[in-house]
């Protein structure tokens, strides 16, 4: 196809940097975008000179010259317009996590099986060069059988705050560097043990920490403090330890490469994931989005992340909120 058509189904943060990288790259025209709430839908079509705008999302699949959407809505929403879009024959592009429960995941897997559009979900990380890099030396044997592995993805409180009325910590966040785990082992886990620390009023603690067992008889930690000062000059603290029994990998995506230190204070703006690059977003979403697209249109299956393997993700996630509320060791 000469261009893709593309439509994006939600207007929140992830919804409107989806809309960012579209609407300049090469190959796609963002043709339609979607949300409820009707000002935010003028704000977005307006910046970015969208032809098309719904407050039904069942509108927008209903128009045939789309071709692919982005679901970006909230973790609770991401089940029936996933399988109403695949059912419409569209493209599916859905942020992770890929639902909140397996049962969900089940769901969307068996319409996927089924379905000619291309499906994926968005577990960015995967994307990211550094870790990329870090799973190419693994399969290359250069730091032999992994051991032990352990992960921070920890944010400022004020950010924080923005969203843990909708989600925890560990589902947030911790399943990034879960889904990590268990690309790098080639592993399943066997248990997971979980705490949670609750600071504030909100409908999820801030704090969430877990414990994996692999069948490979490694061991993971997973912390991710979404309680970190609001003075802190990085908007994320994302590192990784792989400890294997020939050698190391450390992969740290908290050091953005630039500090700016100005009347407000220390700032390490992103460098890395969406930055803006002369007007345009560039960085890891974009790769994402456009090894999706690419996927589109060499009719390739997307095979960097499996729906199998978000599912997995998820899978565990649940289990290590299971542990937290129980105080128990959790099989899978």
Known sequence: MDKVKYGVIGLGFFGEKHSEVLSDMPGVELAAICTRRSHRLKEIAERFKVPKSYTNYKDLLADKEIDAVSITTHVDDHLQPTIDALKAGKHVFLEKPMAGSTEDCDAIIEVVNSAKGKFMVGHICRFDPRVSLAKEAIQQGRIGKIVSMHATKNLPSNI?????????????????????????????????????????????????????????????????????????????????????????????????????????????????????????????????????????????????????????????????????????????
Not at 176 to 188: A, E, N, Q, R
Not at 271 to 288: D, M, S
């Open 160 to 332: 924080s705050a923005e969203v843990l009325d909708k989600i925890s910590p560990l589902m947030g966040d911790g399943i990034h560097d879960t889904d990590i785990m268990l690309w790098f082992t080639g592993s399943k886990i066997k248990t997971v043990y979980a705490q949670n620390v609750r600071i504030r009023n909100f409908k999820n603690p801030d704090i969430g920490w877990a414990m994996y067992r692999f069948e490979s008889d490694a061991v993971g930690v997973i912390e991710t403090v979404w309680y970190l000062p609001e003075n802190t000059p990085f908007t994320i603290d994302a590192r990784m330890e792989i400890i294997g029994t020939k050698g190391a990998i450390y992969i740290d995506c908290a050091n953005a490469g630039l500090t700016i230190n100005d009347s407000a204070g220390i700032h390490k703006p992103d460098t890395c994931y969406w930055p803006n690059l002369f007007g345009k977003r560039i960085g890891v979403l974009r790769n994402e989005l456009s090894y999706f697209i690419e996927c589109i249109n060499t009719g390739k299956v997307p095979d960097v992340i499996t729906p199998e393997e978000s599912r997995m993700a998820v899978e565990v996630m649940c289990k290590a909120e299971q542990s937290a509320a129980s105080g128990k060791i959790v099989k899978l």
